[in-house]
């Protein structure tokens, strides 16, 4: 699978609130290349979820522009390239409503208007990769499921489209420590696979886990981007945002060792301690 | 000190459902603060929803929360006088246009006399630190911000039990710390606490933990008895706290660290000592 890069050049949103206009996103350059895993940090409110929607094309910008593979949005093949674009909402599981979990995962292809056998495929393969095998899950009935099972059926869902972008909105909210290491661990797969990936989440240990690198958001605004750089203010960054640094790099900091490659791993950590 | 939870043998089931909890036994004394960890689906938020007076158990030997008998409507009625829950999402627990008018609803049905109502308000802004909110309609407050005036407002009566159902998980990292600094300060005033919770390292943080496992108790004891047994937290769906989990790996390679630190504090010491 080749990612998709993705663009985003002076974006503005306003969200209509009865008379007032409130700003949600205020003048956002950043980009994606390829194939990239990117945290989006920022404290609640700082548009991560707003910056989601228009990637994905639910909202369209007030201002600026979206590039989607090179394709802008005034250009033909826009609406095919935001196709690629896979968006799993917060609580995704909210949203199962078929009577069995392939059912439920082949939607989003038929929507598509893809033929039977390529949906059958599209179906078993997602399943597998979010780790509900077909064989013991496919005739299953959602609500069945732990809740665990039921936020990858609905990251299947997505899968299923076959996006070439997969952008999470705090996607561990709610679930177990089991449940929370099962979907790290398919989300790390993903983000070598070749699927850009934009994780918009609260929970910096694991944003720093599985994301090469951070975009920040602070009121609207774009305060960073790029890699995370810990060695050249990086963590002071994360800090003047009222946001947590990892706590593995906080670690290293404590422990007076250098910043400039932090384990992302509690393994990790632990082979270059002892 | 005095038992302020007392439950032998508790079941309860959702109509037309499996149970879902099945045969809880817990004594919890005046002034502790507990945290209740387990798998999704254990019972967690059931247990919580009974202890705040808001579900009949099916059955039970005892349900005593309070003193009152959680089996009579009468016994519901006074535990949702004592104890104040607190759900993951506050969205649902506002009643007023702003936060004074939300603050103000609990004492109000209580019948208190204005003055005293405008007294209790202000006492309550101060404490949560809602100065500049008082005018703004809670539903348009950040998460964190929200989270504040819900607990304000649930212990905008007088509380002998504090039940909070994952309070923090929707909040941001100031949020959470907002939150849980308020919570200890609660329990430091002699509030009993009992936290649900799926972040290990709130867990970490009470001196005692209870985990549930499909509706029953599997643990009830030290957080630093259930972190060091591997076995147990793997069949309950736990984990460590980061720095824990450090620590374990850095043991398996051979280097001895003592007790098991569960927070980055007690971590730094450890390795300090032993790592050159």
């Known amino acids: ?274 | 000190m005095s038992t302020l939870i007392d439950i032998r043998e508790l079941r309860f089931a959702y109509p037309g459902n499996q149970a879902a909890l099945s045969g809880i036994s817990l004594n919890v004394q005046r002034g502790e603060s507990v945290a209740i960890v387990g798998a999704n689906g254990s019972g967690k938020s059931t247990l919580a929803r009974i202890l705040g007076g808001l579900e009949r158990p099916t059955a039970a030997a005892r349900a005593l929360v309070c003193g009152a008998d959680l089996t009579t409507l009468e016994g519901r009625l006074s535990a949702r006088r004592e104890a104040g829950i607190l759900f993951q999402d506050p969205e649902n627990q506002f009643v007023g246009a702003d936060v004074e008018e939300d603050l103000a609803f609990g004492p109000e049905n209580l019948g208190w006399p204005a003055e005293r109502i405008r007294e209790r308000v202000e006492e309550l802004i101060c404490a949560f630190r809602l100065e500049d909110l008082r005018e703004r309609e809670p539903h348009m407050l950040s998460g964190g911000q929200k989270q504040r005036v819900a607990l304000a407002g649930v212990l905008a009566v007088p509380r002998t039990l504090l039940v909070l159902d994952e309070p923090t998980s929707m909040l941001d990292a100031a949020g959470k710390h907002d939150v849980l600094a308020a919570v200890r300060r609660l329990h430091a005033e002699g509030l009993t606490v009992i936290l649900v919770t799926q972040e290990m390292e709130e867990a970490a943080i009470a001196a005692r933990v209870i985990a549930l496992d499909a509706g029953t108790v599997a643990f009830d004891g030290p957080a630093a008895t259930l972190f060091t047994d591997q076995e147990a937290l793997a069949r309950l769906s736990l984990g460590l706290p980061l720095p824990a989990a450090v620590a374990a790996e850095v043991e398996r390679r051979g280097r001895r660290l003592g007790t098991l630190p569960l927070d980055l504090e007690g971590l730094v010491t450890a390795l300090r000592e032993v790592v050159s």
């Open chain 1, 1 to 274: 699978m080749t990612g998709l890069g993705m663009v985003c050049e002076h974006l503005s949103f306003a969200y209509q609130a009865g008379e007032q206009r409130v700003l949600a996103l205020r003048d956002i350059s950043l980009s994606l290349a390829p194939g990239s895993s990117t945290a989006l940090l920022g404290p609640a409110g700082s548009g991560k979820s707003t910056l989601l929607l228009i990637l994905r094309g639910l909202l369209d910008p007030d201002e600026g522009e979206v590039r989607l593979g090179g394709v802008g949005m005034a250009d033909r093949g826009y609406a095919e390239a935001q196709r690629s674009v896979g968006l799993v909402f917060q609580q995704a599981e909210r949203q199962l409503f078929a009577a069995t979990c392939e059912e439920d995962v082949a939607f989003g292809p038929r929507q598509l208007g893809w033929p039977p056998q390529q949906v059958q495929e599209a179906v078993a393969e997602a399943m597998e990769r979010v780790g509900l095998s077909p064989a013991l899950f496919a005739r299953r009935h959602p609500y069945a499921l732990s809740g665990g099972e039921q936020r990858r059926l609905a990251l299947a869902g997505v899968l299923a489209m076959r996006p070439r972008a997969l952008l999470l909105d705090e996607p561990f909210v709610g679930l177990d420590p089991a449940a929370r290491r099962d979907l790290s661990a398919i989300l790390r797969g993903l983000a070598t696979s070749g699927e850009t990936v934009v994780l918009a989440t609260h929970e910096v240990d694991r944003a720093w886990e599985l994301c090469e690198q951070r975009v920040v958001l602070a009121g609207g605004g774009l305060a960073a981007s790029g890699a995370w750089d810990f060695a050249a203010g990086g963590v002071e960054l994360l800090e003047s945002h009222g946001l947590q640094v990892p706590t593995l790099v906080e670690l290293w900091r404590r422990l007076g060792r250098p910043l400039a490659h932090p384990p992302r791993t509690a393994t990790a950590a632990a082979e270059a301690l002892a």
